[in-house]
C-alpha cells in the first residue's frame, strides 16, 4: 500500500470524482446516441462494449471501449497531477466500482475490463501494457473474450510486483478480485464449455 498521507477529507473528495467519473455509463450514452435500442435489452444486457457490439455497430463498441477506458485513466492522471500516491490510487479503485457499481443504474454497472486495463495504463504503463498483453494471449489462444479479461486480471497483481510497482498490490488484488466477481457467470459458462466464442453471437 502507498503512505496514507493526505488529509481524510482530501481523500473523500477524490473518491467521489473518482467514483462519479467512472460511474458514467458510456455503453448506454453511445447506444443512445447512434440510436441502438435499449442496451439492457440487447445480447447480455451489459453495458460495456462487447455487448454495443452486438448491435453491430463498431464505431459505437469502439467509442465504449475507449471512454470506459479513459474515465480510469483519467481518474488516476488527475488525481497524479494534483495529489498524493494514496488519492491516486483510490481515485483510480473508485473509478473502477462507479463503472461496476454505477448509482444512476442502481448499482448493475458493467463488468469493469475496459477501464481496469484504462487505470492499469495510466496508473503503472507497464503493468497495463503487461495485462492488455496478458489478455490478447488469453483470449487468442481460447478465442474467449471473458478468459482474456481473467487472464490479464488474475496475472495484474504478478506484473505488478514483478514490474518494481508493489505499493500498488493491494489495489491490484482487490481489482483482481472484483473482476472475477463481476466475470463469476463467464467463468460458470466457461466450465460449462457453453462460453460464447470471439466473434458468435450471444442471444
Not at 467512472?22 to 442496451?39: D, E, H, K, R, T
Not at 491516486?88 to 461496476?100: I, K, P, R, S, Y
Request: charged share 10%; with cysteine; aromatic share 10%.
Amino acid at each position: 500500500m502507498p503512505v496514507i498521507d493526505t488529509p481524510v477529507l482530501e481523500l473523500i473528495l477524490w473518491a467521489v470524482m473518482g467514483y462519479g467519473l467512472g460511474s458514467i455509463p458510456f455503453g448506454i450514452v453511445m447506444a443512445y446516441m447512434f440510436g441502438l435500442g435499449n442496451l439492457r435489452e440487447i445480447g447480455s444486457g451489459n453495458i460495456g462494449a462487447t455487448n454495443v457490439l452486438r448491435t453491430g455497430n463498431k464505431l459505437a463498441a469502439a467509442l465504449t471501449l475507449i471512454l470506459d477506458a479513459g474515465k480510469g485513466a483519467i481518474a488516476v492522471l488527475v488525481a497524479r497531477a494534483f495529489a498524493g500516491e494514496d488519492a491516486v490510487q483510490l481515485a483510480g479503485f473508485m473509478a473502477f466500482l462507479g463503472h461496476c457499481f454505477p448509482v444512476w443504474l442502481r448499482f448493475h454497472g458493467g463488468k469493469g475490463v475496459a477501464t481496469f486495463l484504462g487505470l492499469w495504463l495510466a496508473f503503472a504503463w507497464p503493468v497495463g501494457i503487461a495485462c492488455c498483453l496478458t489478455w490478447l494471449v488469453s483470449a487468442g489462444l481460447s478465442r474467449i473474450s471473458s478468459v482474456g479479461a481473467l487472464g490479464a486480471a488474475a496475472f495484474a497483481p504478478v506484473w505488478a510486483l514483478a514490474l518494481g510497482f508493489g505499493p500498488a498490490l493491494v489495489m491490484a488484488v482487490a481489482l483482481t478480485l472484483i473482476v472475477f466477481w463481476r466475470h463469476r457467470a463467464n467463468i460458470a459458462r466457461i466450465i460449462e464449455r457453453t462460453e460464447p466464442k470471439i466473434g458468435r453471437k450471444q442471444g
